[in-house]
């Protein structure tokens, strides 16, 4: 009772509110922080497993057996559906086509949706509704353009290889769309009970079977354990890393992101804490020593002042709770027009992350500076002169760097990241207080020969050397993460934004005819569509490397060496590869007519299939046969749909009548052009990857959006720092002004050496805030982010005017008081 | 009852040993009152300190109320403290955020006094300050301070009180009135008052009076005319 008593009055004197406000600030911005980011989190978990339309998906090219899906109904929690895809023709009552069919069992797709439409291509939201189930047995769903290519509508039949369905509705969307060849050929969906009947597959036949699982990821890691080992050559497990790498690399990054930015407001939160705790441990000496001269025993006072501890923290953690909470709703709810995705409820833990982050700031940030309140001799009463032996300096630091390490590793649950960042800021640290104590020289000496102003301003840091240079470590790292942070942000943003443009071609036009060329350009330009130039494309079967057939099992182990391949020629290498080994081709060697042709192969095709550098390659081209030599290894970067596997010197293929293929961007409400292309020209097929670039794209938003949000809040956090460091040399600072004023000093004196005295502390801060976040960004880039280093001059100027105008204003407002109250009353509440 | 035998207190400087105090005796019976007088740095407060438990001698012993003082720890003389000692000091040492009335309260708070809120009134009743219970201290003069603090060292009702220069920093008039009230609740309750002072009318004011120059007793304590 008595430290709750005691916690209460010093909450009504204000000698804890600072404390208090520190650590409620470090609770809310954390849980704040965490508790969005894992709503966030769970909502594009969600929403990227829907790319998959499961968790994880087993691909084989043999039926997925029993038993698996026996043991994984019985042993594990988890859901489970199967979808079988295979090209066959499909007929209606006028006219047939190939179409990519997939049966689907009950459950499909386990995350994500089906988007059905009664109109073919539609666009309107409101023609569009969401599947409840899979077709019915005896039905089908059809792409938009399957319906004109078989001259069918709704309601009519179409025939699977025996078996007849009727069309009821319309497929716009399905998640699990993938790549591959089955995208050339528009989809049929129809159910799974009804593909025995079809009579399609038979031995031999090219069939895909995808095993979907969906679950809590603690269940599916252990099923996919186990099925690791029951699974042949024949089958291969997928998740989103290895089926979409650019929207794995995306979220990453936002999740490294976020990280990182949590890690910097418990870093603010914890210099906040610091700084308040100090000075409420120099406002209680008295307080100590009074009660301990009325025969408070050591025990005693550190039982008072802990219990006041605990108490505040659990009321700072309760607000800064409500607080976080009140902030991420309100920015959620702000930002809920730019989330597709609804975002879910955040777990317990999410808050438990904020509570826990408050009390290891108050164990290792406010316990250090308070530890020797007890220890404060009786007789200090009577000789107030007597020091006090604090803990350390370097001891509350060890706390400090300790509580970080700490809270890093809880947040991140990675040790090389902690270490790196923890290791990357001792060092930024260390460095920078040197330079700060080196600028207070070099600031006294040029004071020196300074007007009044600038001597007061320049003499009040150059008195306190410890505390300025405190002061200016303290603002230089808010000033150095606000500049990180917004950086960092922004070469994101950006970095998504180059790797996928708005306008990146999303159909790829294939098998186009030389003599087609000319009427689908017409097309296009009919409907003002602008399209990338025809690239020539060879089908070709690799049917000897170095004069010898691939053996079976080599054709077993390799895809390529079983089916057809695109060969294309290039006299350039495309832009965004990069030659691995080996060279690419000069004038002189394209010259070169008595040497064999050259090829350069993809990196990993070449390992796969086991070629050297100067391997013969023999390929079948209708009929016809071509040696080629292997020249060199490249990488392509798959993030675009613009690869080639086997790219030929020129004037190696040209002879070999090529087809072409063309890449370009349609609207959502230019898709009947797909169709119009097709119809005029049957043989033309084309790739879809707009919808799969439409859901990356609403993913990098929602990462964005988060992104933007915690830097918001980061940017409180460092705010709340400048003033929490500024309120704690206030006392000082109001007796200074308050004796300058009582002497006769002019109100224009004592506001000039304020502005001076925190314009400089700002201006010192801003070129260490510069100094610093070069280093923290080139680092974030290197071994972050992994892109290339570049120093970032726009913030060198950035750096220095918030350093400097920022700090002086929060200065002259904080100090305001000074000037406008009496001096004897200054005075006096000081004194008090 | 206080007894003091060959107290001495030596402390390291930088120039070598400084003696502060030198073989100090004395004894205090039980409701009589010690002005110990004497010179800035003559170790009178260092004397009061050792006495009340709050500092230890090099050598020599002190008892105070049967407790042999300087066999003990600091955690000892804690509980001897809170048992018997109050105190008024020079510069009131008022915690700043904490009413007149909490003030008086947080010693007796501090001891588990149930009552501690209506004796604490009743105090400052006593020392006329009932209409200004609910001011800080920095809405006090400084004679109001003092008689705050004396109400907070004489409502956990010590047998013994120790108060160092409470008149040091008051103003003639207002001094004499802090004076009087010390002596006259002194009287009521029976305590035995130690007191340092420069101030001579202070000093005659208590039954005996003893001054130190440069650590050594050079007027042994006597009898003084009592008013």
């Known amino acids: 009772m008595l430290a709750f008593r005691l916690l209460w009055r010093n909450w009504r004197s204000g000698e804890v509110k600072i404390l208090a406000i520190a650590l409620m600030l470090a609770v809310a911005v954390v849980s704040a922080i965490s508790v969005f980011t894992d709503r966030l989190e769970a909502a594009l978990i969600d929403e990227s497993a829907a790319f998959l339309g499961a968790n994880r998906i087993v691909e084989s090219s043999q039926s997925i057996p029993g038993e698996w899906q026996q043991s994984a109904a019985e042993q594990f929690d988890v859901r489970q559906a199967t979808t079988v895809e295979f090209l066959s023709m499909v007929f209606s009552d006028e006219t047939m086509n190939m179409a990519s069919v997939k049966a689907v069992s009950e459950g499909y797709p386990l995350l994500g949706n089906i988007e059905l439409s009664d109109r073919p291509f539609a666009v309107d939201p409101e023609d569009i509704t969401i599947a409840e189930g899979i077709p019915g047995p005896g039905e089908a769903w059809l792409d938009s353009r399957l319906l004109p290519l078989l001259e069918a509508q709704l309601g009519d039949t179409v025939q699977v290889g025996d078996k007849e369905l009727r069309a009821t509705r319309v497929l716009i969307s399905e998640p699990d769309r993938g790549g591959g060849m089955s995208m050339v050929s528009p989809r049929l969906i129809m159910n799974a009970q009804d593909l025995p009947a079809t009579k399609v597959i038979q031995p031999g036949s090219r069939v895909e079977y995808n095993w979907l699982l969906a679950g809590e990821s603690g269940e599916i890691d252990s099923l996919i354990e186990w099925l690791q080992t029951q699974t042949t050559e024949h089958q291969e497990i997928e998740d989103l890393q290895s089926e979409q790498e650019q929207l794995a690399n995306a979220l990453d990054r936002g999740t490294r992101f976020l990280l990182l930015a949590g890690i910097v407001g418990v870093l603010l939160a914890g210099v906040a804490i610091a700084i308040a705790a100090q000075h409420f441990a120099s406002r209680h000496v008295d307080q100590v020593a009074l009660m301990k001269s009325l025969g408070a025993s050591a025990r005693r006072v550190r039982t008072v002042y802990l219990l006041q501890l605990l108490l505040l923290a659990a009321f700072a953690s309760v607000a800064g709770l409500l607080v976080g909470e009140v902030i991420q709703r309100a920015v959620s709810a702000t930002l809920s027009s730019l989330f597709p995705v609804a975002l879910g409820g955040a777990s317990v833990g999410a808050y438990g992350v904020g509570v826990l982050t408050g009390f290891v700031c108050l164990v290792f940030f406010a316990l250090p500076p308070l530890w020797h309140l007890p220890t404060i001799p009786p007789l200090k009463i009577l000789r107030r002169e007597m020091a006090v032996r604090h803990l350390r300096t370097g001891m509350q630091g060890a706390f400090g760097l300790g509580a970080v390490l700490l809270l890093i590793l809880i947040y991140s649950q990675d040790w090389w990241l902690t270490l790196s960042v923890f290791f990357s800021l001792i060092g930024i640290i260390s460095i920078a207080a040197v330079l700060a104590w080196w600028m207070l020289r070099l600031g006294r000496q040029l004071g020196m020969h300074a007007g009044s102003i600038w001597r007061l301003a320049l003499a009040s840091l150059q008195r306190k050397p410890g505390q300025s240079t405190m002061q200016i470590l303290v603002f230089a790292t808010a000033i150095m993460l606000l500049l990180s942070m917004t950086n960092i942000r922004t070469s994101l943003i950006d970095d998504w934004e180059l790797t996928l443009p708005e306008d990146a071609p999303n159909h790829i036009f294939l098998n186009i005819a030389p003599h087609e060329r000319e009427s689908i350009s017409a097309i296009l330009q009919q409907n003002g569509i602008p399209q990338d130039d025809f690239s020539p494309m060879l089908r070709a079967r690799l049917t000897h490397i170095n004069g010898e057939e691939p053996s079976e099992e080599m054709r077993e182990r390799n895809g390529s060496l079983r089916r057809e391949l695109n060969l294309t020629w290039s006299e350039e290498l495309p832009s965004d590869n990069e030659i691995v080994r080996g060279e690419w081709w000069d004038q002189a060697r394209i010259n070169d007519e008595q040497a064999l042709g050259g090829m350069s192969v993809e990196q990993e095709v070449a390992e796969r299939m086991g070629l050297e550098l100067g391997d013969v390659l023999t390929f079948s081209i209708g009929g016809l046969s071509v040696d080629v030599v292997v020249e060199n290894f490249r990488t392509v970067d798959r993030n675009t749909f613009e690869w080639y596997f086997f790219i030929a010197a020129p004037g190696v293929l040209e002879d070999y009548s090529p087809v072409y293929r063309t890449d370009v961007f349609l609207a959502p409400d230019q898709k009947s052009v797909v169709n119009q292309v097709l119809l005029a020209h049957p043989t033309v097929m084309v790739f879809e990857f707009d919808k799969i670039l439409q859901q990356i794209r609403s993913i990098i938003d929602q990462v964005s959006s988060g992104v933007e949000l915690v830097l918001w809040l980061v940017i409180a956090g460092g705010a709340l720092v400048l003033v929490a460091a500024v309120n704690a040399s206030m006392g000082n600072r109001l007796q200074e002004a308050g004796l300058l004023r009582a002497l006769g000093s002019r109100r224009k004196l004592i506001i000039g050496s304020v502005w001076t005295e925190f314009s400089v502390l700002g201006l010192f801060a801003g070129l260490l805030a510069v100094f610093g976040s070069e280093i923290l960004l080139m680092s974030v880039q290197r071994w972050v982010l992994d892109v290339p280093m570049q120093p970032h001059y726009e913030l060198w100027a950035l750096g220095i005017l918030i350093g400097t105008i920022s700090i002086g204003l929060l200065g002259v407002i904080s100090c305001r008081r000074v000037v406008t109250a009496a001096p004897a009353v200054v005075l006096r509440e000081v004194e008090g | ?227």
Not at chain 2, 86 to 95: R, W
Not at chain 2, 179 to 204: S, Y
Not at chain 2, 205 to 210: D, I, K, N, P, V
């Open chain 2, 1 to 227: 009852m206080i007894e003091a035998k060959n107290l001495t207190k030596k402390v390291q400087t930088s120039e070598g040993e400084l003696v502060i105090l030198d073989d100090v005796s004395l004894q205090v019976s039980d409701g009589d009152s010690l002005a110990i007088i004497g010179a800035s740095g003559s170790g009178k407060s260092t004397l009061l300190g050792i006495l009340a438990g709050l500092d230890v001698p090099t050598s020599g012993s002190v008892r105070l109320n049967g407790f042999e003082l300087t066999d003990m720890d600091e955690e000892g003389r804690a509980k001897v403290r809170a048992d018997n000692v109050g105190f008024v000091f020079q510069s009131f040492q008022l915690l700043p955020g904490l009413s007149a009335l909490e003030n008086v309260m947080m010693p007796l708070e501090l001891h588990g006094h149930g009552d501690a809120r209506e004796k604490s009134e009743a105090f400052l009743g006593r020392v006329g300050l009932s209409a200004r219970m609910h001011h800080y201290p920095k809405q006090l003069s400084g004679g109001e301070q003092q008689r705050v603090a004396i109400a907070r060292a004489f409502a956990s009702e010590p047998k013994i009180l120790f108060a160092d220069e409470p008149t040091g920093n008051l103003d003639s008039a207002t001094g004499l009135k802090v004076i009087d009230l010390l002596f006259d609740l002194n009287k009521e309750q029976g305590t035995t008052l130690v007191l340092v002072t420069h101030e001579d009318r202070l000093a005659k004011r208590c039954r005996h009076q003893l001054e130190l120059e440069a650590g050594r007793v050079v007027v042994p304590a006597v009898r003084a005319a009592v008013n």
